[in-house]
């Protein structure tokens, strides 16, 4: 089993992550850790939905992370970097970070490995012990560019449209703390594009990323435009050989709807070119709070770990 700790449970992705974990068949969360309001109250309480699966308590001083194998850090950013700062970390223990604030260009102290599991899968598997999770708009993104990017083919200007529903979700702390929608847009869009200098060496292309809200609450779309000259059908053929051993990314041949991604950990690509401007447009959509946060989360946990990529995120659509 894995033995796991959770610091910060006052957002929607932590309580999503809870709930992933105490239905994961491999793990045992022994702690949750909190500095907010909740402290001292039952797990159950703040979480919803986990009525009669766990008995926790939020624990009102910080654990020792000696009885741990990983803990996931769930605060804002000064939380975590205060976190960071306050515990006596064991050579060995492994942390996810889901605050954002080691990546890429955040800096911080540590090996951080970039999580995007589509990206890095090798490295996840292999090399990394402390992992940062992307931006939930930054890994739509790029999930939309990886196949052009890795094969070399990003070559003119990228206009990024996502559509998210910011006013509900940016209270529940998946913006970080003290920025504004405006600000938050320019770190998603300098995130895409340092990640994508990393797959394609030569990539130097401005990118542009708008904002818009959306009214479905959980789901989180993009769409990924720039000059293709490049044959549709064999563009297809490119993501379909990129994806095709990856667990959660799947492409899909009409125009994508809220049903088919909410309350799963998949996200689904809808490519659509227009043979006469040369212009391709990449739809990426997934549930925000899970493939977005939690659920990409608790994929990079399994890989860390040697466990298959699907254990505990065989997760239920929404069907309706």
């Known amino acids: 089993m894995i033995n796991v700790g959770i610091v910060g449970c006052d957002n929607l992705r932590a309580a999503e992550l809870v709930r992933l974990l105490i239905n994961h068949p491999d793990v045992n969360l022994r702690w949750v850790w909190t500095t907010g309001a909740d402290v001292g109250q039952r797990l159950d309480s703040v979480v ?7 008995d926790l308590v939020l624990e009102p001083v910080a654990p020792s992370p000696n009885g741990v194998d990983l803990i996931f850090l769930c605060g804002s950013r000064n939380q975590v970097v205060e976190v960071m700062s306050r515990l006596d970390l064991p050579d060995d223990l492994r942390i996810i970070d889901l605050s954002g604030c080691h990546n890429l260009d955040q800096g911080g102290e540590g090996p951080w490995i970039y999580g995007l599991s589509e990206m890095q899968r090798r490295v996840l598997v292999h090399d990394a012990q402390w992992v940062t999770m992307p931006g939930n708009v930054a890994m739509a993104s790029l999930l939309a560019l990886m196949p052009m990017a890795r094969n070399l083919m990003l070559n003119s200007p990228l206009t990024l449209h996502a559509a ?3 006013s509900m979700l940016s209270q529940q702390g998946l913006t970080p703390d003290g920025m504004t929608q405006a600000q938050w847009a320019q770190d998603q869009q300098r995130e895409v594009a340092l990640a994508l200098s990393q797959c394609q060496s030569s990539f130097c292309q401005p990118v542009s990323l708008t904002l818009t809200r959306l009214a479905e609450r959980r789901t989180l779309a993009v769409a990924a435009r720039f000059k293709c000259g490049i044959d549709g059908e064999v ?11 990856h667990n959660f990314v799947f492409m899909v ?4 709807v809220t049903a088919d991604v909410e309350n799963t950990n998949k996200c689904l690509i809808y490519i659509d070119k227009n043979e006469h401007t040369g212009e391709l447009t990449v739809h990426a959509v997934m549930d925000a709070l899970l493939k977005g946060s939690s659920g990409n989360a608790v994929h990079a946990m399994n890989l860390l770990f040697g466990l298959h990529e699907r254990v505990g995120l065989c997760l239920k659509g929404t069907g309706c």
């Open 235 to 245: 563009v297809r053929q490119l993501y379909d050989q990129y994806y095709d051993d």
């Open 253 to 256: 041949d009409r125009p994508i």
């Open 164 to 166: 998210i529903g910011l």
């Open 48 to 54: 919803p939905g986990i009525m009669g699966e766990c």
